[in-house]
C-alpha cells in the first residue's frame, strides 16, 4: 500500500512560481470533498501553470491527501493532462482512420521536420506544441489538423507550411 505523498517532503517548488502554487492551494481550500474534484483540481492546476509538472502533481497529492500514484493515474489517462511544457499553440494532427487514409501521417511528418520536435514536444521557441491525436469527430473534411481550438479540414500536403507561418507571423 503506498503511503500518502503527505508524509514526504523529498520535492522542490525552485523553479516554479510559487504565486501558482498559493492560487492553487486557495482553490483547493475552498473544496470540501477534495479527493473527488480531483480532476477539477488538476484542470486548475493546469490552466495555472499551463502544464502539470511532477512537482505540481506531487504538490496536489499531499494537499489533497491521496497517493501521488492517485494523481499520476488520473492525470495521465485523460488525453486532456499534460506534463510536458506546452508552446504558445497546439497543432493536433488527427491521426484516426478517416485521416489516416487521407494522408494525415505524411502530414504529421511534415510538421515533425518544419518543427524540429516530435509528438508531444515543443519547439525551442516555445511557439508550438505538436500532438498526434485520435479522431475528433469530423471525419467528413479528413484530414484535419487543429491549431488550438480551430479545425483546418482537408489539408494538403503543400498547406502546411503556410498554417504554419500564418501563426508564426502573427507574432
Ligand atoms: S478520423 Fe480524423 S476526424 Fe475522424
New binding site residues.
Partial sequence: MPKPISQKKTYSIDNLPKEKFDLLDEYIGGISDKEGSLIHILHKAQELFTFLPMEVQLHIARKVDIPASKVFGVASFYSYFTSNPVGKHTISV???????VRG?NKIFDKLKELLEVESGETTKDKLFTLKD????????????IMVDDKVYGRVKLEDVEGIVKNYKDGE
Fill in positions: 488527427c491521426m484516426g482512420t478517416a485521416c489516416f494525415s491525436v485520435r479522431c475528433v469527430g469530423a471525419c467528413g473534411l479528413a484530414p484535419i
